[in-house]
């Protein structure tokens, strides 16, 4: 497995992460064992770099995480976040990045990891009553402190992002990104790029959209995220299936698969891009770290870009509800 850099400081992961959000049962039931066993074939298959939150199963991501690593925390790069919170009771949800919450959720998160240290922490989603400069400095003081290696903040704007590194160094921002979601391209890529920032390619598969099994929605479980996504719902769906349809047979006539295809495009896109897919399968997994071994001639990027044009998708990425969070920014 290649690697990429992560953190100005030089730390280097695994160029293929693990996203962690369904062992928090973000699409279906899941259990420890199940997740234990993705995180071994991690390790086996190189993959260094996790990335995680406080929200995902309301903890259960990290608690799971936790129990696998049982205090040894070289096994792996954690990356963590904060800055949602969440009503389980009546399912409601916002945003605070107030220092003291901050810290508070962060200590949360070390005690259900097992660790004393997170190599990055993200802001999850910025709290807009607060200018991105102050939490900076609440970030640089828990940097100081030893707890974070480096500073992240998820699906904020370039504009933003520039703000915040006038203050101090900003290692990552986490952005979606695949070939059905591409608002990066509209200036975050560049601002990362001129600043020196790593970008966190979460839903780099675009939700399963672009792997090697399409998805049914009519097996989609009530608590499943795409269920009311509108790129999942008819019309848009049955529009949007023929794309991915052609993306397959393209992957097959390659002599590979979709999934790692569409993780190797990512990974061309830039040299500071990390995709991040998120699984619970061993299988699966093995099947993205097939990317890294992928290198996609300027042809193939070409034809890669005349099966699945900028913007072929149908439907917004985000329902109503779902887009409260993400900045916008074109």
Same mark, same amino acid.
């Given at each position: 497995?290649?690697?990429?850099?992560?953190?100005?400081?030089?730390?280097?992961?695994?160029?293929?992460?693990?996203?962690?959000?369904?062992?928090?049962?973000?699409?279906?039931?899941?259990?420890?064992?199940?997740?234990?066993?993705?995180?071994?074939?991690?390790?086996?298959?190189?993959?260094?770099?996790?990335?995680?939150?406080?929200?995902?199963?309301?903890?259960?991501?990290?608690?799971?995480?936790?129990?696998?690593?049982?205090?040894?925390?070289?096994?792996?790069?954690?990356?963590?976040?904060?800055?949602?919170?969440?009503?389980?009771?009546?399912?409601?949800?916002?945003?605070?990045?107030?220092?003291?919450?901050?810290?508070?959720?962060?200590?949360?998160?070390?005690?259900?990891?097992? !660790?004393?240290?997170?190599?990055?922490?993200?802001?999850?989603?910025?709290?807009?009553?607060?200018?991105?400069? +102050?939490?900076?400095?609440?970030?640089?003081?828990?940097?100081?402190?030893?707890?974070?290696?480096?500073?992240?903040?998820?699906?904020?704007?370039?504009?933003?992002?520039?703000?915040?590194?006038?203050?101090?160094?900003?290692?990552?921002?986490?952005?979606?990104?695949?070939?059905?979601?591409?608002?990066?391209?509209?200036?975050?890529?560049?601002?990362?790029?001129?600043?020196?920032?790593?970008? !966190?390619?979460?839903?780099?598969?675009?939700?399963?959209?672009?792997?090697?099994?399409?998805?049914?929605?009519?097996?989609?479980?009530?608590?499943?995220?795409?269920?009311?996504?509108?790129?999942?719902?008819?019309?848009?769906?049955?529009?949007?299936?023929?794309?991915?349809?052609?993306?397959?047979?393209?992957?097959?006539?390659?002599?590979?698969?979709?999934?790692?295809?569409?993780?190797?495009?990512?990974?061309?896109?830039?040299? +500071?891009?990390?995709?991040?897919?998120?699984?619970?399968?061993?299988?699966?997994?093995?099947?993205?770290?097939?990317?890294?071994?992928?290198?996609?001639?300027?042809?193939?990027?070409?034809?890669?870009?005349?099966?699945?044009?900028?913007?072929?998708?149908?439907?917004?990425?985000?329902?109503?509800?779902?887009?409260?969070?993400?900045?916008?920014?074109?």
């Amino acid at each position: 497995m290649k690697k990429r850099r992560l953190l100005t400081s030089g730390v280097m992961v695994s160029e293929i992460g693990l996203g962690c959000m369904s062992f928090g049962g973000f699409y279906g039931a899941t259990d420890e064992t199940e997740s234990h066993e993705t995180l071994g074939a991690a390790l086996d298959l190189g993959i260094d770099f996790l990335d995680t939150a406080n929200v995902y199963g309301l903890g259960i991501s990290e608690t799971v995480i936790g129990s696998f690593l049982r205090g040894d925390a070289s096994k792996f790069r954690i990356a963590t976040k904060a800055g949602i919170w969440r009503d389980k009771e009546h399912g409601n949800r916002g945003f605070n990045n107030k220092p003291d919450y901050l810290r508070s959720e962060l200590e949360g998160s070390l005690r259900r990891l097992g !660790v004393e240290h997170v190599d990055l922490f993200y802001i999850h989603r910025r709290d807009r009553e607060l200018e991105i400069e +102050n939490v900076m400095e609440t970030l640089l003081g828990l940097k100081a402190e030893g707890k974070i290696g480096g500073i992240g903040f998820s699906e904020i704007a370039p504009a933003s992002l520039r703000r915040a590194v006038a203050v101090g160094p900003v290692d990552v921002v986490q952005s979606e990104y695949s070939l059905w979601s591409r608002q990066p391209d509209l200036g975050m890529l560049q601002a990362c790029q001129d600043l020196g920032v790593t970008l !966190v390619a979460y839903s780099p598969l675009a939700r399963g959209m672009v792997s090697s099994v399409t998805p049914n929605p009519t097996t989609f479980l009530d608590k499943d995220f795409r269920k009311n996504n509108p790129r999942f719902l008819e019309p848009n769906f049955g529009f949007n299936r023929p794309y991915a349809k052609a993306f397959q047979a393209y992957a097959q006539d390659n002599g590979t698969t979709a999934t790692a295809l569409a993780l190797a495009w990512c990974l061309a896109r830039g040299e +500071n891009i990390i995709p991040i897919p998120g699984t619970r399968s061993p299988a699966h997994l093995s099947e993205c770290a097939l990317a890294s071994e992928l290198t996609l001639t300027s042809d193939m990027m070409t034809e890669i870009e005349q099966i699945l044009p900028a913007g072929w998708a149908h439907g917004d990425r985000y329902s109503q509800a779902q887009w409260n969070g993400p900045e916008g920014y074109c």
